[in-house]
């Protein structure tokens, strides 16, 4: 079973910018495209970027075109979520996972936008 750990979660005000980081223990990461979700409470959980095993083709929600950029380090096992203006429609729980969902999913890291 991967293990893997998401941080880099806080309180921020609007415009403000943080970057989200899960470190996953195994081999097996660097056969996997990865993605960065989240979940806001009373909504579904979304998947907001997606980033291929190579790390060359990136792919993102709408919403945060321009704003977020997804990149990995299949040297340290990670995978990172640069988050910039953010806004109060991105506070939600982030978490990440295999593209395709296949991990069980951890605690997550929190991400409040808030004035």
């Known amino acids: 079973q991967v293990q893997r750990v998401e941080s880099g979660g806080g309180l921020v005000q609007p415009g403000g910018s943080l970057r989200l980081s899960c470190a996953a223990s195994g081999r097996t990461f660097r056969d996997y495209g990865m993605a960065w979700f989240r979940q806001a409470p009373g909504k579904e959980r979304e998947r907001v970027a997606r980033?291929?095993?190579?790390?060359?083709?990136?792919n993102y929600k709408d919403s945060v075109k321009g704003r977020f950029a997804i990149s990995r380090d299949n040297l340290k096992n990670a995978v990172y979520l640069q988050m910039n203006s953010l806004k109060p429609e991105d506070t939600a729980v982030y978490y990440c996972?295999?593209?395709?969902?296949?991990?069980?999913w951890g605690q997550g890291t929190q991400v409040t936008v808030s004035s």
């Open positions: 996972n295999t593209e395709t969902m296949g991990w069980t």
């Open positions: 980033i291929s095993v190579s790390g060359t083709e990136t």
